[in-house]
C-alpha cells in the first residue's frame, strides 16, 4: 500500500508539476503580449512626438532612452531629402537595459509642398513685353499683351503674343505667333500670324497678307504685297488665323494669402535693416520694410511677408537655407490691392539665391498693383532666380540675370539676361524646413 501510495503521489506531483509550469508558460506568454502591445504603444508615440518636433522644434534629428509609460523608446531621423525624412521609434518595456519586450515601427514624413508651373522664361500679362539694347530671354516667352524689341534686343526660344496683340522689331530665335509681325522683326524659324509686315521670317509663313517681307521657306497667304518667297506659295489661305488664348499668371490670391498665413504663424516683428554680418529669418512677418546693404545676409529657415518694401544693395545677399534641399522659398512683397506697398528693389551685385540644391529657387513676389509705377527693379549685376509681380511692372536693366520672370507688364534693358531652367516648369514651393511635416499615408510599417 506505502508503494502504491508513492506511485500515485508521484503521478500526482508530476501532473501537478507540469500544470503549474504550462500555467507559468501562459502567464509569461501574456505578460509578453502585454509587454509587446505596450511597447507598440509607445513606439507609435514616439513617432507621433518626432513629427511633432519636426514642426516644432528646429533641427530637431532624434532621441535615445526616452521614458514614456511603461517603457522607454529612441527615435532615429534619417534625411531621405530636402521634404522627406524616415522617422524610426524603437520601444523597450521597461527599459532599452534589459527589455522583456520590444517593438520597431518607422513611417516616412514630407513636408507639405505647392508645385507651381513656370512653362516659360518670361510670361507677361495685358501690359506687354518691352525689350531694349542687346537684352535677352533664352527661353519661350508668352505674352498677353505685345512684344516690343529695339536695337539687336532677341528672344532665344519661341515667342507666342495673345490675342490681336503685336511682335515688333524683335529677333525671335524659333517660332513666333501674333496677330501681327512687323517693324523688321526677324523670324529664325516659322510664323503664324494675320499679318506679316515689313520682316523675315527663315522658316514657313502662315498668314492671312504679307507685305514688305522676306520668307525663307514655303507661304500660304490672302494677300500678297512686295514679298519675297523662296519656298512653294498656296494661296488663298483655307484657313483664317486663330489667335492664340490669353493665359492666366501662375499663382492665384489664394496661394499668396496661405503664404502669407505661413509668415505670420511664425511670428511677427518690425522694419529689420542690416549692414553686415549673417542671420536666419522665417517663418516670419515683417510689419513695414526689410532693407539690406553691404555684403548683409540673410538666411530663409520659412518663408517670409514683408508687408513695405524689399531693398537690397552692394552686394546683400538672400538665400534659401540648405534645409530647403530641392524645394523652392518664397518672401512675399506688400500688401493685397495696394498700389503703394510692395517695391522690391536690387543693385549692384546682389543676390537671391536658392539652398544650393539644384531644383532650388527663391522667388520674389511683389504685390504691388498697377503698372504706372515700377514693383520690382533689379538693376546693375543683380542676380534672382524668380521675379513675380502679377499685378504690377517689373523692370531689369544693366546686365542684371534671372531664371524666370512674371509679370503684367515687363521692361528688359541693357544687357540684362532672362535664362530658363527646365526644373521651373515644376518647382516645388515649401513653407521652409522647420514647418508643415506630416505623416506620409500608406509608408507606416511595423520592423520588429
Not at 514616439?46 to 529612441?74: C, D, I, M, R
Amino acid at each position: 500500500m506505502l508503494i502504491l501510495a508513492m506511485v500515485f503521489s508521484a503521478i500526482l506531483i508530476s501532473m501537478i508539476t507540469g500544470l503549474v509550469g504550462y500555467w507559468m508558460s501562459q502567464i509569461g506568454h501574456h505578460r509578453q503580449a502585454v509587454g509587446r502591445a505596450q511597447a507598440l504603444s509607445i513606439a507609435e508615440a514616439g513617432l507621433e512626438l518626432a513629427v511633432w518636433k519636426l514642426n516644432n522644434q528646429p533641427g530637431y534629428s532624434g532621441e535615445s532612452a526616452t521614458a514614456y509609460g511603461a517603457g522607454q523608446y529612441t527615435v532615429t531621423v534619417t534625411n531621405l531629402s530636402g521634404s522627406s525624412r524616415l522617422i524610426r521609434a524603437d520601444a523597450y518595456v521597461p527599459n532599452a537595459n534589459r527589455p522583456t519586450a520590444k517593438r520597431s515601427v518607422q513611417v516616412t514624413a514630407n513636408i507639405g509642398t505647392t508645385n507651381i508651373g513656370f512653362n516659360y522664361g518670361v510670361q507677361v500679362g495685358d501690359g506687354g513685353l518691352e525689350m531694349t539694347n542687346s537684352s535677352r530671354v533664352i527661353g519661350n516667352v508668352y505674352s498677353n499683351g505685345s512684344i516690343i524689341g529695339t536695337n539687336t534686343a532677341s528672344i532665344q526660344g519661341t515667342a507666342v503674343v495673345a490675342g490681336s496683340g503685336y511682335i515688333e522689331g524683335m529677333d525671335v530665335t524659333l517660332n513666333a505667333q501674333a496677330h501681327t509681325i512687323r517693324g523688321s522683326s526677324n523670324i529664325d524659324g516659322n510664323a503664324t500670324v494675320s499679318a506679316l509686315q515689313s520682316s523675315s521670317v527663315d522658316g514657313n509663313v502662315v498668314a492671312d497678307s504679307i507685305s514688305g517681307c522676306s520668307i525663307g521657306g514655303a507661304a500660304i497667304y490672302d494677300t500678297r504685297s512686295s514679298c519675297t518667297v523662296t519656298g512653294a506659295t498656296t494661296t488663298p489661305n483655307p484657313t483664317d488665323y486663330t489667335p492664340a488664348a490669353s493665359l492666366p499668371l501662375p499663382i492665384s490670391e489664394a496661394q499668396i494669402d496661405l503664404w502669407e498665413q505661413e509668415a505670420e504663424d511664425g511670428g511677427t516683428m518690425a522694419s529689420q535693416n542690416y549692414s553686415s554680418g549673417s542671420r536666419s529669418l522665417g517663418p516670419v512677418k515683417i510689419n513695414g520694410d526689410l532693407v539690406m546693404s553691404n555684403t548683409a545676409e540673410v538666411i530663409i529657415t520659412g518663408t517670409i511677408w514683408i508687408t513695405g518694401e524689399l531693398r537690397l544693395s552692394n552686394s546683400a545677399i538672400l538665400r534659401l537655407s540648405p534645409g530647403y534641399g530641392a524645394l523652392s522659398g518664397v518672401v512675399v512683397v506688400g500688401t493685397d490691392e495696394s498700389a503703394v506697398n510692395g517695391l522690391i528693389e536690387l543693385n549692384n551685385s546682389v543676390q537671391a539665391n536658392g539652398s544650393g540644391t539644384a531644383g532650388s529657387y527663391l522667388m520674389l513676389l511683389s504685390q504691388r498693383e498697377g503698372t504706372a509705377s515700377t514693383a520690382i527693379r533689379n538693376s546693375n549685376s543683380g542676380v534672382a532666380a524668380i521675379l513675380y509681380a502679377g499685378e504690377g511692372m517689373i523692370d531689369i536693366a544693366n546686365s542684371a540675370a534671372m531664371k524666370e520672370i512674371t509679370a503684367d507688364k515687363l521692361r528688359i534693358s541693357n544687357n540684362a539676361t532672362v535664362t530658363y531652367e527646365t526644373g521651373l516648369a515644376n518647382a516645388a514651393f515649401s513653407s521652409g524646413p522647420g514647418g508643415g511635416w506630416e505623416m506620409q499615408d500608406g509608408t507606416w510599417q511595423l520592423i520588429q
